[in-house]
């Protein structure tokens, strides 16, 4: 008996393929667990109907993959970090910082799993990340990891501004007339 496997089944094949089986294995196992359904006439008709429309489908994801990869590729990504000595990290940038960091850009399509990074990011300089799109797509992107400047700085106290040493000098001179 021919059946159409509704599933995938390890011994008998992929779904969607057509296969010959015993007419008990069909009957008893395959038909009523819904791994498989009779390959008749009108099964056969959607059938192939069913594997148009998949055609189709995985024809627009190959194709919106293809233009989600060129726009990925054109992009660099920056990442500010805080070394130690030695230009070392403190930590590193992991798939998920990536993933963020894609999200906050717009791109919220891209599940974390999908970035390929076989370790964290550990050292500075530009990395190149992959991104797997579709079965048969993947994006590269590149991962700039530069050193994060410090902002702050400890000024001694004898390195004031004019504009600071004059506030200091009117509130002295308030002070002392206040007291004559």
Do not use: C
Not at 18 to 28: D, L, P, S, W
Not at 82 to 100: A, C
Not at 129 to 151: C, G, R
Request: negative net charge; aromatic residues 4%; proline residues 2%.
């Amino acid at each position: 008996m021919k059946v159409i496997l509704k599933k995938d089944n390890e011994l008998l094949g992929d779904e969607g393929q057509i296969v010959e089986v015993k007419n008990g294995y069909a009957r008893n196992f395959l038909i009523p667990n819904g791994i498989a359904i009779a390959a008749n006439k009108s099964n056969l008709i959607s059938h192939e109907e069913i594997k148009k429309q998949r055609s189709r489908k995985t024809d627009k994801l190959l194709t919106d993959a293809n233009q989600l990869a060129g726009v990925l590729s054109s992009y660099s990504f920056d990442f500010k970090v805080k070394t130690g000595e030695e230009n070392k990290l403190f930590g590193s940038v992991t798939s998920q910082m990536i993933h963020e960091l894609l999200e906050n850009k717009g791109f919220t399509t891209i599940e974390k799993k999908k970035i390929l990074l076989k370790e964290p990011i550990k050292s500075l300089g530009e990395h190149e990340v992959e991104i797997k799109l579709q079965q048969s797509v993947i994006a590269k992107i590149k991962v700039n990891v530069s050193k994060e400047e410090d902002d702050t700085e400890i000024k001694p106290e004898s390195s004031m501004t004019e504009e600071e040493n004059n506030e200091v000098v009117s509130t002295e001179e308030t002070t002392e007339s206040k007291i004559d």
